[in-house]
């Protein structure tokens, strides 16, 4: 019995002596270890510093950087269908948009709040002056066109060619003929031939008479409708004949060749509605009239297009050049901007801009509202970028639109000038008429 728990005690020793070992190994070479069957107490472990955290959550934040963003579970083909069953859906909508004009966006500034910091978007007609709405330009400047024939049938028959007609390559080429014609009278006034023009010509219907203002722009500058013979024709046809009056005063057709081939189209300009506000906290909040958001049915068009190629970007990585590209086009669907200028006094000056206009503009305006004009100035806009008056950039290149508060500052090398000269600027910066009729932004 002794020598029987002998040999179990010597069995026992030999399996927990671990695996063999051949006689050809070196003794450094150790085989692995076999896990035992029995539980193997465990300290418990230690959390990780926060050097440790930290270097564990940048880690993390670069490797959700690398991953692509996911999509959700729909397929790319079924959000494609989608946005494109969405898109139709909203051109059934604006079907009516052809006849109406304009699409209004519903505003997204302020809600609950009626006051308006300007009260819309307005221009001005260079012809009479009046202040006219969106809507009405058009028909006020016809208006106002046909009404100056009364005085000067010459000047209103020019406008009316340039303003009425919108294809500007037929304008050019029916200007350029009558151009021909007139030139043809001045260079050979002997030349009987270049005095009349046949009205049934086909140069004549197809470049001239389909213009609107072209004939009166003939009667206007001494022509006569006339019937004449035409050799080898049974009956007389209709010309166009120059009158003698006219044709003893050939620097007068040569003056009015000149204003057609100069004129341009007679459009409103937009008015800037300057406003000054004296301080208020309130300086970078803007509610914004609709007509900052009106869409045109071609805009909406082109909105509903750049949608569905925006469908098609789903699945392309973009580089950072691209990415600014796509927001540089975002900005441009806005026509107009509101922009405020805070003076080193806290006043604060205000206009309406197209959104496409260039900094040099803002500089212009801004200038034109100064006591000492001559005196150079900066404007910085949010986060102290500088705007340079001489940079070619437009507003909505800059991220100045639908509108944007800029800081005014005097050039600091001629302030340093100035006070080592024992002088200060004023301290009213604006022109006394503005300054009277300053107002509170609320």
């Excluded at 046809?237 to 620097?251: C, I, K, N, P």
């Excluded at 509610?287 to 750049?306: G, S, Y």
């Excluded at 496409?356 to 305006?365: Q, S």
Aim: charged share 30%; proline share 5%.
């Amino acid at each position: 019995m002794k020598k029987f728990f002998q040999e179990i005690k010597a069995d026992i020793k030999f399996k927990s002596a671990g695996p063999g070992q051949k006689l050809t190994e070196s003794v450094g070479e150790k085989a692995p270890k076999e896990k035992p069957n029995q539980l193997v107490l465990r300290h418990p472990r230690q959390g990780p510093t926060d050097e440790a955290q930290m270097a564990a959550a940048a880690a993390l934040a670069r490797l959700e950087q690398k991953q692509p963003r996911a999509r959700g579970p729909m397929a790319q083909d079924s959000i494609r269908n989608q946005v494109r069953k969405e898109l139709l859906a909203e051109a059934t909508a604006s079907g009516s948009l052809d006849t109406l004009g304009t699409n209004m966006v519903p505003e997204a500034k302020e809600e609950g709040s009626t006051h308006l910091v300007v009260p819309g978007v307005y221009f001005t007609c260079p012809l009479t002056g009046a202040i006219l709405r969106k809507d009405q330009r058009e028909t006020h400047i016809k208006e106002a066109i046909l009404s100056h024939f009364s005085t000067d049938p010459v000047a209103a028959s020019i406008m009316k060619i340039h303003t009425f007609n919108k294809d500007r390559d037929r304008v050019k080429l029916g200007v350029d003929t009558i151009a021909r014609y007139l030139e043809n009278i001045h260079l050979h006034p002997e030349e009987e031939k270049y005095q009349k023009i046949k009205l049934q010509n086909k140069v004549f219907q197809e470049r001239i008479n389909c213009l609107e203002g072209t004939l009166e722009f003939f009667e206007a500058i001494g022509f006569q409708k006339a019937l004449l013979p035409v050799p080898d024709q049974e009956g007389p046809e209709e010309f166009y004949v120059l009158s003698e009056a006219a044709l003893a005063q050939l620097q007068s057709l040569e003056r009015h060749r000149e204003q057609l081939l100069c004129a341009e189209p007679v459009r409103a300009t937009l008015a800037r509605q300057r406003r000054v506000f004296r301080p208020s906290p309130l300086a970078s909040q803007f509610n914004l009239p609709a007509d900052f958001f009106n869409l045109t049915a071609e805009e909406v068009k082109r909105e509903q297009r750049l949608r569905s190629e925006a469908v098609d970007r789903l699945s392309v990585l973009r580089t950072k050049a691209m990415r600014e590209k796509e927001e540089q086009r975002e900005m441009r669907k806005y026509t107009y901007t509101l922009l405020r200028v805070r003076l080193p006094d806290g006043c604060l000056l205000q206009g309406t801009f197209y959104a496409r206009e260039r900094v040099a503009t803002l500089y212009m305006f801004v200038r034109e509202a100064l006591q000492s004009d001559w005196l150079p100035f900066e404007l910085l806009a949010c986060g102290g970028q500088k705007l340079s008056e001489d940079e070619n950039l437009a507003f909505n290149e800059c991220g100045l639109v639908p509108s944007a508060l800029l800081t005014f500052s005097w050039d600091a090398a001629v302030l340093e000038d100035i006070r080592a000269a024992g002088a200060e600027p004023n301290s009213s910066i604006l022109k006394p008429e503005l300054l009277s009729a300053i107002e509170k932004l609320s």
